[in-house]
C-alpha cells in the first residue's frame, strides 16, 4: 500500500500516556508509545507539575514510578522536550530559588519569592 503522507500523527490523552507507562502489563497503549517515531509534549512546562498541588495528581512514588518508565521509553523512541529540561522547569521552586541564589551569588537583587496555594475560595488566598 503506497502511504500517501509523509506523518501520521495520533493523539494520546495524558492519563493514557501515565498509565501506559505506569501499569505496562495491563495497557494497550504501550506498545503504540514503543513504536512511535517521536512523542512531542508530554508535560505542561508553564505550571508547577512538581509541586504538592499539581494537576496530575501524582505524588513522589507515582512520579518515580512514571519518569523511570519515560526514561526507558526515551532509550528507544525520541521525546521532547528532553526529560532533564521538563524537570528543571517543572519544579518551578527550585528552579526560581537556583536563579535567585545565582543572582545574589553575583551582588544582582532578586524580587522575593512567594509559593501560594490556590484556596477553593477564589477570593482568599491561604498559606501553604
Same mark, same amino acid.
Given at each position: 500500500?503506497?502511504? !500517501? !503522507?509523509?506523518?501520521?500523527?495520533?493523539?494520546m490523552i495524558f492519563d493514557n500516556f501515565f498509565d501506559a507507562l505506569t501499569t505496562p502489563a495491563s495497557n494497550s497503549h504501550l506498545p !503504540?508509545?514503543?513504536?512511535?517515531?517521536?512523542?512531542?509534549?508530554?508535560?505542561?512546562? $508553564? +505550571?508547577?507539575?512538581?509541586? *504538592?498541588?499539581? *494537576?496530575?495528581?501524582?505524588n513522589a512514588s507515582s512520579f518515580n514510578l512514571f519518569f523511570s518508565a519515560l526514561l526507558c521509553l526515551a532509550e528507544v523512541t525520541a521525546i521532547w522536550l528532553d526529560q532533564a529540561e521538563n524537570i528543571?522547569?517543572?519544579?518551578?521552586? $527550585?528552579?526560581?530559588?537556583?536563579?535567585?541564589? +545565582?543572582?545574589?551569588?553575583?551582588?544582582?537583587? !532578586? *524580587?522575593? +519569592?512567594?509559593?501560594?496555594d490556590h484556596s477553593k475560595e477564589p477570593n482568599i488566598l491561604? *498559606?501553604?
Open positions: 500500500m503506497k502511504q !500517501t !503522507t509523509l506523518f501520521d500523527i495520533k493523539l !503504540t508509545l514503543y513504536r512511535t517515531d517521536l512523542i512531542l509534549a508530554w508535560g505542561n512546562l $508553564s +505550571i508547577n507539575f512538581m509541586g *504538592p498541588n499539581n *494537576p496530575y495528581g501524582w528543571t522547569y517543572g519544579n518551578k521552586i $527550585s528552579y526560581l530559588s537556583n536563579a535567585a541564589a +545565582i543572582a545574589q551569588h553575583y551582588e544582582y537583587e !532578586t *524580587p522575593a +519569592i512567594f509559593v501560594v491561604a *498559606p501553604s
